[in-house]
């Protein structure tokens, strides 16, 4: 069963984040495991705060990518560019399909 994990943040530095995560892509690119997919959102109403959807193959993979080395690291790093704390959310997929 896929996974999705979103974590809500709050940046005013999101230029930054976009390059740290660039860089955590291209260094994973390749390599088995980590997310499948990912999206990140902007609220309209609250400046700085943001969304950031990742779908896993499944729960086991998620947990597997969070116990990494490098995904602390990348977290410390992305944290360091954070206002306040991130709040993480973990979602089985039931039901996933394009509408168009």
């Known amino acids: 069963m896929k996974f999705v994990q979103i974590v809500g943040f709050e940046t005013e530095r999101l230029e930054d984040m976009k390059q740290v995560l660039q ?4 260094h994973n690119a390749g390599k088995p495991g980590g997310p499948t997919y990912r999206m990140l959102l902007k609220d309209r109403d609250h400046p700085n705060r ?3 959807l990742l779908e ?3 729960y086991d993979e998620a947990m597997r990518n969070s116990d ?3 995904t602390g690291e990348l977290a410390e790093r992305l944290g ?3 206002i306040g704390d ?3 959310t973990n979602y089985d ?3 996933s399909g394009e509408l168009k």
């Open 86 to 88: 991130r709040v993480y």
């Open 68 to 70: 990494a080395p490098e």
């Open 23 to 26: 860089e955590a892509e291209q």
């Open 93 to 95: 997929v039931l039901e």
């Open 80 to 82: 360091a560019l954070c």
């Open 56 to 58: 896993f193959e499944s």
């Open 50 to 52: 943001y969304a950031a």
